[in-house]
């Protein structure tokens, strides 16, 4: 079945340092896929997304592209902040029911 | 910013008692999705409506989890009995139209349920 992989965490920051949290993914046809956040004690944010091979969905300084030859969506930032502490969840959406099969989510510590 | 709405936020029960939780979607979205989060793993969802129909119940563990969504509006999540077990935190999200793949479904802040 559709699955997704994500590094293990946490991962730990020092501000203004380089991000890369690796995502990789099993699917069927041509998935969607998606990168969520989720902060202390909130429900999930939709921080980027790509529905086709060779996008790159960006948001707040974060991107990702869809790498259909290697079944990769991994997030990056290049300059990561405090504020970035947080759950990141790689997702992907297949057929048409719109169902999000989730990773099991990197913790991401960003010490000042 | 219209946004889903969730009660409540915290629940702690003792097992085999009943819980029934509680969801609003955001004005005019058609999908509605139930998912279950347990501590440190990634959401999995449980049921998802179509407007009021169900369209994927599969992983709904049926002889003590239920879900209405009467009108095609709100939704209820059910559970009877509890059990340990059952302890996660359940997030409700909704989408415009849902039979899209490329549909960004929308999360509420969740309920976390405790069960003793």
């Known amino acids: 079945g559709d699955s997704v992989t994500q590094m293990e965490g946490p991962v730990t920051l020092s501000e203004e340092a380089f991000l890369t949290i690796n995502c990789t993914y099993t699917a069927t046809g041509y998935p969607s896929l998606f990168w969520y956040v989720q902060y202390p004690g909130e429900g999930l944010q939709l921080l980027l997304k790509a529905t086709k091979a060779d996008d790159k969905g960006s948001n707040k300084g974060f991107e990702a592209t869809y790498r259909k030859e290697t079944t990769s969506f991994h997030l990056e930032k290049g300059s990561v902040q405090v504020s970035d502490s947080a759950v990141y969840f790689c997702?992907?959406?297949?057929?048409?029911?719109?169902?999000?099969?989730f990773g099991q989510g990197t913790t991401l510590q960003v010490k000042p | 910013e219209a946004e889903v709405a969730q009660s409540p936020r915290y629940k702690i029960t003792e097992k085999s008692q009943a819980v029934a939780f509680w969801c609003d979607p955001i004005?005019?979205?058609?999908?509605l999705y139930w998912y279950r989060q347990i501590l440190g793993q990634g959401p999995e969802l449980l049921v998802q409506f179509q407007d009021e129909s169900v369209v994927d119940d599969s992983q709904l563990p049926k002889d003590r989890f239920s879900a209405e969504r009467l009108k095609g509006v709100d939704s209820t999540l059910k559970i009877q009995p509890a059990e340990l077990g059952d302890s996660a935190m359940y997030l409700c999200?909704?989408?415009?139209?849902?039979?899209?793949?490329?549909?960004?479904?929308?999360f509420g802040p969740g309920t976390r349920l405790t069960v003793l």
């Open positions: 997702a992907l959406s297949a057929g048409n029911t719109g169902k999000l099969i």
């Open positions: 999200a909704s989408s415009l139209v849902g039979t899209s793949g490329t549909d960004t479904q929308y």
């Open positions: 004005s005019g979205h058609a999908t």
